[in-house]
Nanobody, 114 residues
Framework: VQLQASGGGLVQAGGSLRLSCAAS????????YGWYRQAPGKQRELVAV???????SYADSVKGRFTISRENPKNSVYLQMNSLKPEDTAVYYC?????????WGQGTQVTVSS
């Protein structure tokens, strides 16, 4: 299983970014996708999760600003991030769950300037 994340970058506070993550092989059906983030000197934080049925949950710090979605035929998950804040700066990692095991993408840097 491999995951490829993309979409990070540098944005000003209040701006938006959309992260994408594609899982392979396409023949697998992943039960759950999610995004974590880790800022320098801080613990890894679970940002958002979406189940195979489309149920989404979010960390309190991003509720109302971030939206997680999935596209099953493409084995892809997305994280739409709006109203970004400097405290959202971190490396964002996607994961896919298959038979209760998490598989990870390589991480993509998001930097929000004030």
């Amino acid at each position: 299983v491999q995951l490829q994340a993309s979409g990070g970058g540098l944005v000003q506070a209040g701006g938006s970014l959309r992260l994408s993550c594609a899982a392979s092989p396409s023949t697998l059906t992943f039960e759950q996708y999610g995004w974590y983030r880790q800022a320098p000197g801080k613990q890894r934080e679970l940002v958002a999760v979406i189940t195979s049925g489309g149920f989404a949950s979010y960390a309190d710090s991003v509720k109302g600003r971030f939206t997680i979605s999935r596209e099953n035929p493409k084995n892809s998950v997305y994280l739409q991030m709006n109203s970004l804040k400097p405290e959202d700066t971190a490396v964002y990692y996607c994961y896919a769950e298959w038979f209760q095991r998490h598989y990870w993408g390589q991480g993509t840097q998001v930097t929000v300037s004030s």
